[in-house]
Structures are given as structure tokens and as C-alpha cells.
């Protein structure tokens, strides 16, 4: 499986919660599969994904996933340390390690190679951490929203994109959109 | 004096109803995030890095808290797609309260490299920056963030060695 087949499974479940999605590919693979109001695209600065949702989870109760690449992740290693020492029991990480920079090329990426992001998130103090198949995503997650519990899952699938349109949705106008369905 | 100095600095938050803060380190903002650290009334939370802290203040924002993020000058190259790309492009406001390192009393040469380029950087981005510069120049820090709320921009407050009082 790759991300698109993934996000593509998971969309019920991501449906009813707030979503901080990873720049590039992601985004416009989610955003075409099923554009939510609760979602939040990130169309530019790399890396952050993992620290909007935990910033998020922190200042209001509702769920947040944050969905992660594993490229994203290793360009800022130093967000599973914060998310380790200031749990959000509202906060789950998912990230889907699919070994390459999706958006640039399919690259490989370390996480690809010798490095497990479960095993860095799990020494970085990440208590509840939880490496999975493509196919069981959607088990994992929901299992992860019931427990009330922050969660790391890593998500370990094939490389590859499906082709879908850029978002041209202004920045101010989902950022609006998503803030409204935060306090909804 | 100093101690007063910190004080009055994490009351005008308080005041302003910012409650999240993240912070990096610097020797001259070391009472400034103990005060930060000691409010009740803030979530404080140190990130690793800049670009980091920017992120979950962003992620605050959208949650309903008034964020700030306190750090050094050097970090300010190393936040600049941030601020371009998610504080600005986004239209979010962002009170950054920096220490000016490498003014007038700095002991360590390296720090005067990034001091000589902070305040190109800062009116290169449109960010609005004010400088602290005498101890009375706190004064206006209140001003300073309810303007920064006001107009939802990130706005830099540089306090350099002679507004601390020294190292």
C-alpha cells in the first residue's frame, strides 16, 4: 500500500477528528480524497506538522492527529522529545514512514535504511509507541483515539504518490475554517 | 532590580491573556523563563528549537490561547521559512521576545555575526521590531502585544545587553 491507499482507509476516521496534515503530497492527497473543514494543510514549512498538533492538543480538549512523513519527522527530530515530556492524551502522531521524501522525488530517506522511528520516539520517552503495517492503520488509529492515550504510530508502507491537484485554498481561509470547526 | 525587571515582563502577558509559551534558552532570558516557568497562568513548554516552538505556538493559536515565544537573535536564521510560510502566510500573530546578543557589552565575538544581520532580517520579513534598548523601554511592552494581537503578525522585541543591566 502507499499513503494515497492509506489516507484513503483511513478518511472515516479522520472524518470527525482535527487533522494537522504534512506539506506537499499529503495535503493534496488528502485534501482531494476527503476535504474536511477540521483539516489543516500545511503548505509550506517542513517539518512542523508533529509540533502544530501538539500545540493544538495542548490548549483544547479535542482529539488531534497530526499525520507525519518520515522524512518530515527526521527534519525535526527534535519535536518526539517535546512530545515525550509534555503528553497530550488528546495527541496522536501518526506518522507514515513509506522510507522516502515523497514530495521531492521518492529519495530515500534514513528511516528508510538503519534508522526506526519507533525505536527514536520510544528513546526519545514517547510512552505509548506502535509500529504497524499499511493494512492495519485503521485498526491502530481508532484503538488510539478509544484509549485516550498519546500515541505514536508508525505506519510502514510503499513508496509512492498518487497524482492530485495543488491546493490553491488561501492560507487565511483554512486556517479560518479549521479554527471554527476547533471551537465548533 | 532584576528580579523586577522579569516580573514586569511575564505580568504584561499575564495581563494580556497570553498563556503559552515556548522557549530556547539564553543566558540573558534565564529570569525571564524561570519567571515564565513559575506562573500558574502559562503553559510553558521549552522546545528544542525555534522553528519548533513557532510550530506549537501555531498550533496554540488555532487552539484558542494567545501564544508567545521567547529565544536568542541567533535563531532568527533559522526561522525565517517559518515565519514566512506559517506565522505570516497563515496570518498569525506571534509576540517574540529576543535577546539581542552581540550589542554593546557582549563578551563573545561569534555573537556580534548574527547581531549585525537581526535587524536587516527582521525589516527584510516586515516584521515589526522594537528595541529595548534603556530600562524604561519595557514600558511599552504592553502596548506591544495587544498590537501584535491586534493586527495578527509576528512582531520582534529585542532586548540587548544594556536593557538587562549587563551580563
Given at each position: 500500500m502507499i499513503r494515497s491507499e492509506i489516507l484513503k482507509e483511513i478518511a472515516p476516521i479522520l472524518r470527525d477528528q482535527l487533522v494537522v496534515c504534512n506539506i506537499g503530497i499529503p495535503s493534496q492527497e488528502l485534501h482531494a480524497i476527503d476535504d474536511q473543514p477540521s483539516n489543516f494543510y500545511m503548505l509550506g514549512t517542513m517539518g512542523l506538522a508533529s509540533s502544530i498538533g501538539l500545540g493544538l492538543a495542548l490548549s483544547q480538549p479535542k482529539p488531534v492527529i497530526s499525520i507525519d512523513g518520515d522524512g518530515s519527522v527526521l527534519t525535526n527530530l527534535g519535536t518526539l522529545p517535546t512530545i515525550a515530556n509534555n503528553?497530550?492524551?488528546?495527541?496522536?502522531?501518526?506518522?507514515?514512514?513509506?522510507?522516502?521524501?515523497?514530495?521531492?522525488?521518492?529519495?530515500?530517506t534514513y528511516a528508510g535504511r538503519k534508522t526506526s522511528l519507533a525505536k527514536v520516539a520510544e528513546a526519545c520517552g514517547c510512552e505509548t509507541v506502535v509500529e504497524c503495517a499499511a493494512e492495519d492503520t485503521g485498526r491502530v488509529l481508532q484503538e488510539a483515539l478509544d484509549s485516550g492515550?498519546?500515541?505514536?504510530?508508525?505506519?510502514?508502507?510503499?513508496?509512492?504518490?498518487?497524482?492530485?491537484?495543488?491546493?490553491?485554498?488561501?492560507?487565511?481561509?483554512?486556517?479560518?475554517?479549521?479554527?471554527?470547526?476547533?471551537?465548533? | 532590580?532584576?528580579?523586577?525587571?522579569?516580573?514586569?515582563?511575564?505580568?504584561?502577558?499575564?495581563?494580556?491573556?497570553?498563556?503559552?509559551?515556548t522557549t530556547v534558552p539564553c543566558k540573558q532570558l534565564a529570569g525571564v523563563i524561570d519567571e515564565i516557568d513559575a506562573r500558574k497562568d502559562i503553559h510553558h513548554i521549552p522546545s528544542n528549537k525555534e522553528d519548533e516552538g513557532m510550530g506549537l505556538c501555531a498550533g496554540a493559536f488555532m487552539g484558542g490561547k494567545r501564544p508567545a515565544i521567547i529565544m536568542q537573535n541567533t535563531a532568527i536564521g533559522v526561522t525565517i521559512n517559518t515565519l514566512a510560510t506559517l506565522?505570516?502566510?497563515?496570518?498569525?500573530?506571534?509576540p517574540m521576545l529576543i535577546s539581542y546578543r552581540g550589542e554593546l557589552g557582549e563578551p563573545v565575538a561569534c555573537q556580534v555575526e548574527m547581531a549585525v544581520h537581526t535587524k536587516?532580517?527582521?525589516?527584510q520579513l516586515h516584521i515589526p521590531t522594537y528595541h529595548f534598548h534603556h530600562r524604561d523601554d519595557v514600558e511599552e511592552l504592553d502596548k506591544i502585544i495587544k498590537y501584535t494581537f491586534m493586527c495578527n503578525k509576528p512582531v520582534a522585541i529585542l532586548t540587548d545587553a544594556s536593557f538587562w543591566g549587563g551580563y
Amino acid at each position: 500500500m502507499i499513503r494515497s491507499e492509506i489516507l484513503k482507509e483511513i478518511a472515516p476516521i479522520l472524518r470527525d477528528q482535527l487533522v494537522v496534515c504534512n506539506i506537499g503530497i499529503p495535503s493534496q492527497e488528502l485534501h482531494a480524497i476527503d476535504d474536511q473543514p477540521s483539516n489543516f494543510y500545511m503548505l509550506g514549512t517542513m517539518g512542523l506538522a508533529s509540533s502544530i498538533g501538539l500545540g493544538l492538543a495542548l490548549s483544547q480538549p479535542k482529539p488531534v492527529i497530526s499525520i507525519d512523513g518520515d522524512g518530515s519527522v527526521l527534519t525535526n527530530l527534535g519535536t518526539l522529545p517535546t512530545i515525550a515530556n509534555n503528553p497530550a492524551g488528546n495527541f496522536i502522531l501518526l506518522i507514515i514512514d513509506n522510507g522516502s521524501y515523497g514530495s521531492t522525488g521518492d529519495q530515500p530517506t534514513y528511516a528508510g535504511r538503519k534508522t526506526s522511528l519507533a525505536k527514536v520516539a520510544e528513546a526519545c520517552g514517547c510512552e505509548t509507541v506502535v509500529e504497524c503495517a499499511a493494512e492495519d492503520t485503521g485498526r491502530v488509529l481508532q484503538e488510539a483515539l478509544d484509549s485516550g492515550e498519546m500515541t505514536i504510530i508508525v505506519c510502514k508502507c510503499e513508496s509512492g504518490n498518487a497524482k492530485m491537484p495543488v491546493i490553491t485554498m488561501d492560507p487565511v481561509v483554512i486556517r479560518d475554517r479549521f479554527m471554527k470547526a476547533v471551537s465548533a | 532590580m532584576q528580579e523586577d525587571i522579569n516580573k514586569r515582563i511575564v505580568d504584561d502577558f499575564v495581563a494580556n491573556d497570553v498563556s503559552f509559551v515556548t522557549t530556547v534558552p539564553c543566558k540573558q532570558l534565564a529570569g525571564v523563563i524561570d519567571e515564565i516557568d513559575a506562573r500558574k497562568d502559562i503553559h510553558h513548554i521549552p522546545s528544542n528549537k525555534e522553528d519548533e516552538g513557532m510550530g506549537l505556538c501555531a498550533g496554540a493559536f488555532m487552539g484558542g490561547k494567545r501564544p508567545a515565544i521567547i529565544m536568542q537573535n541567533t535563531a532568527i536564521g533559522v526561522t525565517i521559512n517559518t515565519l514566512a510560510t506559517l506565522t505570516q502566510y497563515y496570518r498569525m500573530p506571534l509576540p517574540m521576545l529576543i535577546s539581542y546578543r552581540g550589542e554593546l557589552g557582549e563578551p563573545v565575538a561569534c555573537q556580534v555575526e548574527m547581531a549585525v544581520h537581526t535587524k536587516a532580517l527582521l525589516a527584510q520579513l516586515h516584521i515589526p521590531t522594537y528595541h529595548f534598548h534603556h530600562r524604561d523601554d519595557v514600558e511599552e511592552l504592553d502596548k506591544i502585544i495587544k498590537y501584535t494581537f491586534m493586527c495578527n503578525k509576528p512582531v520582534a522585541i529585542l532586548t540587548d545587553a544594556s536593557f538587562w543591566g549587563g551580563y
